[in-house]
């Protein structure tokens, strides 16, 4: 099974600007979830999308938005871009059939997001 | 916020060594699961232990969970140089919720 892609890989932005990245998960995997790590907050969780439909949450300000697609194909939007939103966005694919209750995550390479 | 706490931060060992990390967390969990990353890259998941577990092995792994504690501890065995790489453990209770983190070094 071909893995967990992201796109684009890199990406530089100036503030202000907005940014959408591209999740395509693992065949059959219903479950996307997003991070965004930094070297000074770690990971941290953004939020996560099973059939279509939002999840869960994590602390981020609305800026930070998502959605999936039909194919569980998902999309991540960051609308008027901070310095601070420079960080490596992970996405994780899973079955997602246990509800967040111990499925293994499957992770992409990342984008790495770069405000200036 | 973070919910584990690893320690130590950095870890630098000879090949062939053990190397242990330890992982402490806050809240109730359902499991607490173990990854590795690789120089920025995505996360490899190593090994889920279940909140009603307290061992479990992976082949040179061994995770060991004491919910009393609220800790779980990492063992790689016989370390090689491929094993050099940051180690996380990320908390589950209907999300994961990772540390910081334990960058180890496996020196050849």
């Known amino acids: 099974k071909a893995g967990v892609t992201q796109t684009p890989r890199y990406l530089i932005k100036t503030r202000g600007q907005q940014v959408t990245l591209s999740c395509s998960p693992i065949?059959?995997?219903?479950?996307v979830s997003w991070y965004q790590q930094t070297p000074g907050q770690g990971l941290q969780f953004l939020f996560e999308y099973f059939s279509e439909t939002q999840r869960n949450k994590g602390n981020f300000p609305g800026r930070f938005s998502g959605r999936q697609f039909s194919n569980s194909r998902s999309e991540m939007n960051v609308s008027t871009l901070e310095l601070g939103d420079s960080a490596l966005y992970l996405c994780?694919?899973?079955?997602?059939?246990?509800?967040?209750?111990?499925?293994?995550?499957?992770f992409g390479p990342g984008t790495r997001l770069t405000v200036l | 916020s973070q919910q584990g706490e690893e320690d130590p931060q950095a870890l630098s060992i000879q090949e062939g060594e053990n190397a242990t990390m330890n992982c402490s967390y806050k809240t109730s969990i359902n499991n607490l699961q173990w990854y590795r990353q690789n120089s920025g890259r995505g996360l490899v998941h190593l090994i889920l232990i279940r909140s009603n577990e307290r061992e479990k092995h992976s082949g040179r792994l061994r995770v060991t969970l004491d919910t009393s504690k609220k800790s779980s501890s990492l063992l790689i065995t016989a370390s090689r140089a491929a094993d050099t790489a940051s180690y996380f453990c990320a908390t589950e209770l209907y999300k994961l919720s990772f540390g910081a983190g334990t960058t180890v070094t496996v020196r050849a």
């Open positions: 065949s059959g995997h219903r479950s």
């Open positions: 994780a694919s899973s079955a997602g059939t246990s509800g967040g209750q111990g499925d293994t995550q499957y």
